[in-house]
């Protein structure tokens, strides 16, 4: 995937995604997870989605990858690690019509979702779809950073789902890969209120780990790719990260980075059959 790639899904994506996510059409609630209205992770990543052309091929990709089931509300499909939501699927076969790339989506837990897309304005970045309510998720608005990495801001209507340890199959947390990685930090610090501390006691700046209230959810760093775009790319823990690349080619993805040893960790970027890049990696908590 590079620049341009990410460029027309963003064109695309505002055609699909404000038609089938942002919209009111579905009749139906989307839940991503069992709610206790009482849990609060404001600031941190507390979602996924997967924006697809396939959303067929797409399930049957993580069905056969990491054992994940499915449970569908009209357009919107929830993965099922066991027992646990771990990501929405979304199809849209307009979006990027011809061109084999899909999309991820990563949502932040905030308070107030229109104070928030103003303040992310007011800050550098833009308002791609002003704060919208949606039957059973609650407000969220479709946001840039001033770098040009998308994400969504939630104002969840039921609490925030649980922080729990990640399992095998389960997204370990996201990494935003940008081109100024300190200004990125400066700038989700404001408009999140979360705390960023540098990787290592060198204070270089190369790294920078996000961190909740119970777990870190989130880095950023220096774009690693060349011609690469900034972009929110989600982290999945694995058993073995070289043995899960290697059976996504076989089932129609590709091997982008790796397998690499990273701090002692194997780690893989590879993408789905629609061209999705996520990071797998092991993890010895």
């Not at 209205?37 to 941190?44: C, F, I, P, Q």
């Not at 990685?181 to 290592?200: E, M, N, Q, W």
């Not at 899960?244 to 970027?269: E, T």
């Amino acid at each position: 995937m590079n620049a341009n790639s990410i460029n027309i899904v963003k064109r695309g994506f505002l055609l699909g995604l404000m038609v089938l996510f942002f919209s009111s059409a579905f009749g139906q609630t989307m839940p991503i997870a069992k709610l206790d209205n009482e849990t609060s992770r404001k600031g941190e990543i507390v979602w996924i989605d997967l924006i697809t052309n396939d959303a067929r091929a797409s399930k049957k990709f993580f069905s056969n990858l990491l054992g994940w089931s499915f449970k569908n509300h009209e357009a919107y499909d929830v993965a099922l690690s066991g027992t646990k939501p771990v990501s929405g699927i979304i199809e849209d076969q307009e979006l990027l019509k011809g061109s084999k790339t899909s999309y991820w989506v990563v949502s932040a837990s905030v308070k107030d979702a229109v104070a928030t897309a103003k303040k992310i304005k007011s800050k550098g970045g833009k308002v791609l779809s002003e704060p919208m309510e949606i039957s059973g998720r609650g407000t969220v608005a479709l946001v840039e950073d001033p770098q040009g990495a998308f994400f969504s801001v939630l104002e969840n209507s039921s609490g925030d789902p649980k922080a729990s340890a990640p399992r095998n199959g389960e997204w370990m947390w996201a990494e935003l890969w940008t081109s100024d990685p300190k200004a990125a930090v400066s700038f989700y610090a404001d408009v999140l209120s979360i705390t960023a501390k540098p990787l290592g006691n060198d204070g270089g700046g190369e790294y920078f780990i996000l961190k909740g209230d119970t777990y870190e959810f989130g880095g950023i760093t220096k774009i690693p790719v060349k011609d690469e775009a900034p972009i929110w790319i989600p982290v999945l823990r694995v058993e073995d990260a070289a043995g899960i690349a290697d059976k996504a080619v076989k089932l129609g993805g590709s091997i982008l980075i790796g397998p690499a040893s990273v701090a002692g960790n194997k780690v893989a970027l590879i993408t789905t059959p629609s061209g999705a890049p996520f990071l797998v990696q092991e993890w010895d908590l």
